[in-house]
């Protein structure tokens, strides 16, 4: 028998279904997206185990005629683009005629549907991708209603990979905040095991629904539309301002041509705009809209559609990142950017940002070309006065092999100032130690409060008026799962109800209980509860509240410092000092020895 076959039209259908459906949550993202194309102006989702059991979309869309059916299910059946040329227009978010195929290929699927003319609703239903009835039925007014029960029966490898309820109902949130963004004028309904997570009625405003779906603070979030230079569309954005800071890039959300995508460049370069504003690890939330001439845009590289290729990407980036700069200027905080550095080295164009000492922009003329940065270094880590040819040069990060410990040689320091209300100066023989101050306060706080846990002895401090914190739903799944947890390691939490917990106690040594809750709840996915993770971002959120410190406490620091175990990197990893020798400012100078 020749070797080479072709295969059974069932193994094609459960390998296409791979490329389309790998969770409840994708299955809940094609749902959607055809009751919007369908021009719902109701979707209605309900869930049982996260979406495992059963997945339900209802909408009060078009629906689907009689004759329509039987071809409902057929790989690249689709109403929607009729030609080649139509992809280059695309005005809807479906145009395979795959999704609903590569559904019902690895699950139950019952259809319920009726048209505006029709009048008659029908009911039709499959498993594993073969029809096993279709029947009149009674169905009040038009739309849709899709019920997805048991996906992945018929392919249990696939199956072994689903996570727990809180982790898929967490994807399932990833892929239904973007459709509730961007349609503040429709309504949205999202019921997990009959507890309805979400019931948004209309919004008058794209700031409002983002608001209300986010629990952000109203206020803090503004609204600009703006077109490119040259072109006619128009792009809006909704941007949080100062205020909303986030432990991660969890509330950042990209649309193209009104299609949620993920683009790392994009994203990169809209997190750097807001350099300008933000502290240093912490992230801004944001919304952008960005309308493209549909020619240069590719949608269709990603078997999920998540991601689309951009033409001539440098330049829309410059313009972007100008416009978003120019609303958060205008519209945002009121902090002014100081016109010039007073060093001539360093990126020219970067200046300081008036009462956030030594945060750097990186607008203008002297702008790090967009194109440079393809590998996308952390935002904030830009070029400064060490660039790589002075590496020669480069002040050192002491290392433990100088024969004295660091620890001793710490001892031995020399207090000389602060600089730039974040640095304090020490002096050590032919060396100037320069230490972060911040994150020398995370590599104590760090330290100490691992020691306190691994004793099972963390010194609570209760507070004296609760802190009550919203939580957006997936943040409270997230808090669900690991409070417990929590509350051993001294943070004390309570749920008062379906958005709101109450900070009670926190660890003694951490100070700022909201941002101590937000910055643990922000991450997890449902993984297991690791305690060092909490303890790195506990400290951090503990060390952004921090206040300014007097000469004495910067000598106390410092003492405390050369106590720790590691005193050299930040619980983050990055160097808590740094010495420059006098040799190095000799050379600067033109003295020789
Ligand atoms: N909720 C709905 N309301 C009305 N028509 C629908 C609905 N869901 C699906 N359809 C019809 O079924 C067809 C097939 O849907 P399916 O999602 O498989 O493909 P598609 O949306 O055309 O393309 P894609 O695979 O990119 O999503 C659609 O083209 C549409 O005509
Ligand atoms: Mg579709």
Redesign the pocket.
């Known amino acids: 028998m020749a070797k080479v076959q072709v295969l059974s039209t069932e193994v094609i259908s459960r390998i296409a279904a791979g490329e389309?459906v790998d969770r409840p949550s994708s299955v809940v993202k094609?749902?959607m997206?055809?009751?919007l194309?369908?021009g719902?102006t109701r979707v209605e989702i309900l869930l049982r185990s996260g979406g495992k059991t059963l997945i339900r979309?209802r909408?009060n869309?078009?629906?689907?005629a009689r004759e329509?059916l039987d071809?409902?299910?057929t790989r690249h059946?689709?109403?929607?683009?009729r030609s080649a040329d139509d992809l280059e227009a695309l005005i809807?978010?479906?145009?395979?005629?795959?999704?609903?195929?590569?559904?019902a290929a690895v699950s139950e699927v019952t259809?319920r549907?009726r048209t505006a003319e029709g009048d008659e609703g029908w009911e039709l239903h499959l498993k594993g991708g073969r029809r096993e009835r279709i029947s009149p039925a009674a169905i009040s007014g038009p739309?849709?209603e899709?019920s997805v029960g048991e996906i992945f029966f018929n392919t249990p490898a696939r199956k072994k990979f689903l996570k727990s309820d809180s982790s898929e109902l967490d994807a399932v949130l990833q892929v239904f905040l973007p459709y509730a963004l961007k349609y503040p004028e429709r309504h949205f309904v999202l019921v997990h095991n009959d507890r309805t997570i979400y019931d948004l009625a209309p919004d008058p405003s794209f700031g409002e629904r983002a608001a209300r779906t986010l629990k952000l603070e109203r206020s803090a979030v503004l609204e600009e539309t703006f077109s490119l230079p040259g072109r006619a569309e128009v792009c809006r954005c909704v941007l949080g301002d100062i205020n909303i800071q986030r432990p991660r890039r969890d509330i950042q959300y990209l649309f193209v041509n009104g299609r949620p995508v993920q683009h790392r460049n994009l994203s990169f370069h809209l997190n750097d705009v807001y350099r300008m504003i933000m502290p240093e690890g912490v992230h801004p939330f944001f919304v952008l809209f960005l309308q493209l001439p549909p020619e240069d845009v590719d949608v269709n590289i990603h078997p999920q559609?998540r991601e689309v290729r951009i033409r001539g990407e440098a330049e829309i980036f410059g313009a972007l990142r100008s416009a978003v700069e120019r609303a958060l200027m205008t519209r945002g905080t009121p902090r002014q950017i100081a016109e010039t550095s007073l060093f001539p080295f360093g990126p020219s164009g970067a200046s300081t940002i008036e009462g956030i000492p030594g945060e750097r922009i990186i607008f203008g003329p002297g702008a790090v070309d967009p194109s440079e940065r393809r590998d996308l270094p952390v935002p904030g880590e830009r070029p400064g006065f060490f660039t790589q040819e002075t590496r020669g040069d480069m002040p050192e990060v002491p290392s433990a092999s100088l024969g004295v410990s660091v620890c001793e040689r710490l001892e031995r320091l020399r207090f000389l100032g602060t600089f730039a209300s974040k640095y304090h100066l020490f002096e050590e023989g032919e060396g100037l130690i320069v230490v972060d101050q911040h994150a020398a306060q995370e590599r104590i706080l760090f330290e100490r409060f691992l020691d306190q846990a691994a004793r099972g002895e963390v010194e609570v401090q209760h507070l004296l008026i609760p802190q009550l914190v919203k939580l957006p739903p997936g943040d409270m799944l997230r808090w669900e799962a690991c409070h417990a947890e929590l509350e051993a390691l001294g943070l004390l939490t309570a749920r008062l109800d379906e958005e709101t917990v109450s900070v009670n106690a926190i660890p003694g040594i951490l100070k700022g209980p909201e941002a101590l809750l937000r910055a643990v709840v922000a991450d997890g996915q449902g993984a297991r509860f690791d305690r060092e993770a909490f303890a790195r971002r506990a400290c951090r959120a503990s060390v952004m509240a921090g206040d300014r410190m007097s000469a004495a406490e910067a000598v106390h620091q410092m003492q405390a410092l050369a106590a720790c175990r590691d005193p050299m990197t930040c619980p983050h990893g990055r160097p808590v000092f740094i010495e420059i020798k006098t040799s190095f400012l000799d050379r600067q100078f033109f003295r020789t020895a």
């Open positions: 389309v094609e749902l997206e055809n009751a194309d369908a719902a979309v909408d869309g078009s629906g689907i329509d071809q409902l299910f059946a689709t109403s929607k683009i809807s978010f479906g145009f395979r005629g795959e999704a609903l195929y590569s559904i259809v549907t739309g849709t899709i559609k």
